[in-house]
């Protein structure tokens, strides 16, 4: 099938050796995969078989219409009859590929969703970022719609606009040559103009489509922080941004319709004039002594050919549209996955009985942009079995980045990361999942129940064991104010719950799951002292029963961890506990202690009564100096294997698998 822009060899999907095919059929075939590609060429064949009967309905109608011309009355109604015939028979096939043409575009949509979903759960999370996120949002949306387009909607014509006038072509050259080559002169003109339009649209394409993008992430956005901007007034800087968006994508629509206009104007002028010439050798041949009635049943059907050919100029900007967005499903495609091994390391439980399983950074060498600096430069650390090890750190350090990598969210650059001794690179996506629950700062929940929330943690949980885990989590205090309990339905993202809410679920799936190994990037940095203080008994709980890797931006959070590694510009400066590194004046967890006790002293009274009475300038308050003793360390924070002697083995076995 032509194109309006025809896609230069790239990539094969998933990063395979065999590259694409240039045209956008071909592409399609490939994307849809061959669960789709079926449905798809019986769809293509029936389209194909309708626009040839077309065409042969049109050229029956030139002996028809010499029979009836030349007074052959016998001969006219057979050619009539062959002619009803072909129409009944052409009818019936345009209603079976039309049908067959939703039913495939709605195939094409549901397996480009799959598709799309099973390759994006393979790619490195340091692919994506906020403004591929607002692209995917789009492509996932209006994207594949605009894809199945080419099937359901835009195939018929194209195809139409092709093969009909090929067959009205061939009837034309078979009654006259002189006639039949003068129309056939305009196929290359138009297939210049063709080509001249799409390579003149293909950038202005693109733009529109990065417009639009950024256009839908910006709505989503006013959408979701209306309180702020409503503090802030119509001249905030989400108002600007959003209408600064929608301007640019006004531009663009426009540059597009102008870059059209000329392109669309000259391909309807080619097919009039090919038309007019068509008309000028019939006159000529009229006047030269030809058969009249043949001459002007042969114009008549040269006006047919003309149809469906100028159709295709009018699809050029609609169709290059679901063109551009089949593109953009490629480029995604194409994206290179993390690699599965082909051997994938055997998992055995460990011989000593201990809970939880060794994390080891060896030499680690990582960074998310190659023309920057690494986040990580030469990183080693080994957490222990059932230790807990935190990370601290200014922001920036690189804290979050190790706990990436052990979940193995990119691969390194350089060295080594171990879980269970096992490189994780030689472990399966299944199989690192398995062994890890990863609690991030920024938790996202499903609009569906508490429970079921809770369950993504391990799916097969009954709902006995789903509430147990969110009892240890704390949860049950919030359950208990829900309208419907554990059944009530959290909203998107978890709107209906607090920040601290939240946490609790990301910390009861990780109860939950009872993984050997337990990421946590500080769970506590954000939260009021009740929230933090029901999170913080839920890490005690989970500590002595699994490996804990901590991020942590409260020091006070971590006094009590087997290990504390001190990460400064992606380096480790120095490990040990909390009283080791205390005990070095002039390292920089002492430092950081110093600063946070500083800041812990300082507190605001009350303004002294005025003496006698008298009416004075309320004192809002003053700060006492800062005070030099160290502040005591919390008594519900998770402190290793101490903790671990205080959780009951009850409560350890309370959400345990059977």
């Not at 075939?29 to 042969?56: D, E, M, T």
């Not at 339009?197 to 993008?213: I, Q």
Request: with cysteine.
């Amino acid at each position: 099938m032509s194109s309006p822009t025809t896609p230069a060899p790239g990539p094969a999907l998933d990063g395979a050796a065999t590259p694409l095919p240039r045209s956008v059929l071909g592409r399609l075939f490939a994307v849809v995969g061959p669960a789709a590609a079926p449905a798809l060429r019986r769809q293509i064949a029936r389209v194909a078989a309708y626009s040839v009967l077309q065409g042969v309905t049109f050229v029956l109608s030139v002996p028809a219409l010499r029979a009836l011309l030349d007074h052959d009355t016998t001969a006219a109604w057979w050619w009539a009859a062959a002619v009803a015939v072909s129409a009944a028979v052409t009818l019936a096939a345009r209603h079976a590929q039309s049908m067959g043409g939703f039913r495939v575009g709605l195939a094409t949509i549901n397996a480009l969703h799959h598709r799309l979903g099973d390759h994006l759960v393979t790619l490195p999370l340091g692919w994506f970022s906020a403004k591929r996120g607002d692209r995917l949002t789009r492509l996932v949306g209006q994207g594949t719609k605009d894809a199945s387009g080419i099937v359901a909607h835009y195939l018929e014509p194209l195809l139409t606009g092709v093969l009909t006038p090929a067959v009205v072509l061939i009837g034309v050259l078979a009654w006259d040559w002189r006639l039949g080559l003068t129309l056939l002169v305009c196929a290359p003109v138009l297939y210049a103009v063709h080509r001249w339009s799409a390579a003149l649209a293909a950038t202005v394409d693109r733009r529109l489509d990065e417009a639009a993008a950024e256009a839908n992430g910006r709505v989503v956005e006013f959408a979701r922080a209306q309180s702020v901007l409503r503090a802030g007034g119509p001249e905030g800087l989400g108002w600007s941004l959003l209408d600064g968006s929608l301007a640019a994508q006004d531009r663009e629509t426009r540059r597009r319709s102008r870059a059209d206009a000329p392109a669309r104007l000259l391909f309807g002028i080619t097919v009039h004039l090919g038309v007019a010439a068509a008309l000028v050798v019939g006159t000529s041949r009229l006047l030269d002594g030809a058969d009249t009635a043949v001459l002007i049943a042969l114009l008549v059907l040269t006006v047919r050919f003309a149809e469906p050919v100028a159709a295709v100029a009018n699809l050029s900007t609609t169709l290059r549209g679901s063109v551009t967005a089949l593109e953009n499903i490629v480029e995604v495609l194409s994206e290179r996955p993390l690699p599965e091994p082909t051997e994938p390391a055997a998992l055995t439980e460990p011989a000593d009985g201990k809970r939880g399983l060794a994390v080891e950074l060896r030499d680690v060498r990582f960074g998310y942009e190659a023309d920057r600096p690494p986040v990580l430069d030469g990183v080693s650390l080994r957490a222990a079995p059932g230790s807990v090890v935190a990370l601290v750190g200014a922001s920036g350090a690189g804290k979050t980045t190790v706990t990436r990598l052990v979940a193995r969210f990119a691969d390194v650059d350089a060295g080594q990361v171990l879980v269970g001794g096992h490189d994780v690179r030689d472990l399966t996506a299944d199989q690192l999942a398995g062994l890890l629950s990863v609690v991030f700062q920024d938790v996202y929940l499903f609009d569906d129940t508490v429970l079921e929330n809770i369950r993504a943690g391990r799916p097969t949980a009954t709902d006995e064991e789903v509430e147990r885990a969110g009892r240890l989590a704390r949860l049950g205090e919030v359950v208990d104010r829900l309208p419907d309990g554990w059944h009530t339905r959290v909203g998107e993202g978890g709107a209906a719950l607090s920040g601290g809410e939240r946490q609790r679920v990301s910390l009861a799936r990780a109860l939950l799951k009872d993984a050997p190994v337990v990421l946590l990037d500080e769970a506590t940095a954000w939260l009021d002292a009740g929230n933090q203080a029901a999170v913080q008994r839920t890490l005690a709980e989970l500590s002595g029963r699994c490996t804990l890797l901590v991020v942590a931006h409260r020091l006070e959070t971590v006094v009590g961890a087997d290990l504390i590694v001190v990460l400064d510009e992606g380096r480790v400066v120095e490990t040990g506990t909390h009283e080791e590194l205390l005990a070095r004046k002039d390292g920089r967890y002492a430092a950081f202690w110093r600063e946070r006790t500083a800041v812990g002293g300082w507190r605001l009274d009350p303004a002294p009564a005025p003496e006698s009475g008298a009416a004075g300038p309320a004192v809002p308050g003053q700060a006492d100096a800062p005070t030099d003793a160290p502040a005591e360390a919390p008594t519900d924070v998770p402190t290793g294997a101490h903790a671990a002697e205080q959780v009951s083995e009850e409560a350890a076995k309370e959400v345990r698998t059977p």
